[in-house]
């Protein structure tokens, strides 16, 4: 059995995983222990995960059997070449089309020679059962009903494994959903995201009954599984996304869906391929209507929506410069997306100026320049409200970045120029550490809240925008928030005004920094690869506010994942820091 590529430091918690590869300070651990939960863990192993993994291996490896297996048991055959790579449930780390050696090493890692094949079985046979590779495992075949009932917003929260109220509510999706057949019959797919666990993912894929169809996974976070996984899956194409600057990130979450009657969809959110954040992690999701194809002599400028989303995101796509894209973009320039009722708001690396055409192109000064054209005018007053798992290194104080670039754009509307304008309040919900503490995995919740020391200690003067992460009425409050969203909201008349659904964190990173030394015009500097989409009333549904709350003359209230009013952070509150973890 291959040992795991992440050795120590591996997160999983899948049963496929622990199927697939061995870990020797895992092992080491098991064997000292008695199989029934008491084991001596050194102290430099986060006890929790270290326990949860474990009991993945009593289950897949009994002692009992385990000491049995040690002796060859000559009366089973060896197992066919192509046992590991079946249908059955092995996923990523076997090979359908390797020799019956590579195939046979597929076992566990406690001495199992070749001709141990009961060990393979039994990881078949769990992998057989969706319970116990899924958590939350919702009926097949209602996934399209929900969507058109989540309709006018179309916008979800992830079920949390451990708020059993997540798994009914009516806004709720777990990755099975999105891929279900109800939706459409799939016939191949893209993949780009950050952090992709490709045996995790193509499990789900097994279980949605698509593990053969053609998939292109774009990837940023480099993963020695994906390096290899062509050799092993041929449908599998997975590509690492070459970023300009040793810091930049691609950071985007998103799905293109093709199905076998010519239609697509496409997902945008902001959770990672792996099992951690669809477990107990709030994530945003927009699912896109059905995108059908349209008529072969259609105009090149057929099927637009109102808000230009099919031109920006083959714009978006473009600029990956990855030919495997192209036939996706050809099948978005073909389809009809003039049901969407968003705008498309990416960020892409580089420097970028104003352009006649598309004004600004990208980050928070393209966010900005859609709510100058269509967001009705706002009273100063009312705050530009960020939240997300990161913040990145925002200055020496609250002038520096926040209000002079970030917020001047978040502050825009389509009031006539020349109208005085004031500096709204800047407000932030970010974790703080009792909300981890509180979390439902205790302080492992923190893990998806990369904010470190070093950076909080250089902007002390954050903390006077800070408010906790409180979600009592969308049953999250102890799922800790790895979801990214920015909007402006009016209490007294509950309304919004509009709102934004990203991968991009609070950072100059994601949303761009502008250089104003330059002589000609400001230039946005952006790192990432980021994608969001934004909603604005008049293009959801026809008014100048969303209702706040409760619905208003036969309009849903629009789905906030966090409670309001918010709760700023007491005197003697402290932000959650990575840190943390590792002390």
């Keep these: 059995m291959k040992e795991c590529p992440y050795g120590e430091k591996c997160y999983r918690k899948n049963p496929i995983h622990f199927g697939e ?4 300070h895992l092992d080491a651990i098991y064997k000292s222990g008695n199989g029934a939960g008491d084991y001596d863990i050194p102290a430099k192993y986060s ?19 385990a000491k049995r297996e040690k002796e060859p048991n000559r009366s089973e055959p060896k197992p066919p070449a192509t046992a590991a ?28 020679s070749s001709q141990d094949s009961s060990r393979l079985a039994k990881k078949q046979k769990l992998a057989k059962n969706i319970k116990d590779y899924i958590p939350v495992v919702i009926e097949k075949g209602g996934m399209a009903k929900k969507l058109e009932q989540a ?36 016939e191949s797919s893209v993949q780009i995201n950050f952090m992709v666990d490709i045996g995790w993912l193509l499990g789900h894929y097994y279980f949605a009954g698509i593990l053969d169809k053609p998939l292109l996974v774009l990837y940023g976070d480099e993963s020695p599984e994906l390096l290899s996984i062509g050799k092993f899956k041929p449908q599998v194409t997975a590509i690492g996304v070459k970023m300009p600057t040793p810091f930049a990130t691609s950071h985007t979450k998103m799905m293109l869906l093709a ?44 099927g637009e929506s109102q808000t230009g989303f099919k031109q920006d995101l083959m714009l978006y796509l473009v600029e990956y410069k990855i030919s495997q894209l192209q036939p996706w973009i050809a099948r978005i320039r073909k389809s009809d997306f003039s049901a969407i009722n968003v705008f498309f708001v990416g960020s892409v690396p580089g420097g970028h100026r ?54 001047n754009s ?29 979390s439902h995995d205790g302080m492992l919740g923190g893990g998806c809240l990369p904010y470190g020391k070093n950076t909080n200690d250089k902007q002390p003067w954050l903390k006077d ?4 992460w409180k979600s009592n009425d969308r049953y999250r409050s102890r799922a800790m928030p790895h979801i990214k969203t920015y909007t402006r909201y009016n209490l007294e008349d509950q309304s919004v005004y509009w709102f934004v659904l990203t991968s991009a964190n609070l950072s100059k990173a994601a949303w761009g920094c502008f250089n104003k030394s330059s002589n000609i015009q400001p230039c946005l500097r952006i790192a990432n690869y980021e994608a969001g989409v934004l909603f604005l009333p008049r293009f959801v549904t026809g008014e100048d506010t969303f209702p706040l709350g409760n619905n208003r003359d036969g309009v849903p209230a629009f789905p906030l994942p966090y409670d309001v009013p918010l709760t700023p952070y007491a005197p003697d509150d402290k932000p959650f820091l990575m840190d943390y973890l590792q002390g």
């Design 410 to 438: 978040l502050k825009k509307d389509s009031t006539p120029l020349g109208v005085l304008r004031q500096m709204p309040a800047f407000k932030m919900i970010y974790p703080s550490f009792g909300n981890v503490s509180g």
């Design 465 to 468: 925008y800070l408010h906790q």
């Design 354 to 407: 104003e352009s006649t055409v598309r004004g600004h192109p990208w980050g928070h000064a393209r966010l900005g320049a859609l709510l100058a054209k269509h967001a009705a005018p706002i009273n100063d007053r009312i705050p530009v409200v960020c939240q997300s798992s990161s913040i990145g290194s925002l200055g020496a104080n609250v002038q520096a970045w926040i209000q002079q670039d970030f917020v």
């Design 151 to 186: 309709a006018p917003y179309n916008m979800f929260l992830t079920a949390i494994t451990d708020s059993k109220p997540t798994h009914s509510e009516p806004l709720s999706v777990t990755l099975q959903e999105i891929l279900d057949e109800s939706l459409g019959e799939i």
């Design 259 to 302: 199905y076998s009657d010519g239609s697509m969809r496409v997902v945008i959110s902001t959770a990672n391929l792996y099992e951690d954040d669809w477990h107990n992690r709030t994530q945003g999701v927009w699912i896109s209507p059905k995108l059908t194809a349209l008529p072969e002599d259609a105009d090149t400028g057929a």
């Design 47 to 65: 006890n929790e995960l270290i326990h949860t993994q474990l009991k993945l291996l009593e289950k897949l490896f009994p002692k009992e059997g």
């Design 85 to 112: 790579s079946s249908s059955s449930g092995s996923f990523s780390g076997a090979s359908s089309s390797s020799s019956a050696s590579s195939t046979a090493t597929t076992t566990s890692s406690f001495g199992a």
């Design 21 to 24: 590869f061995s870990h020797a």
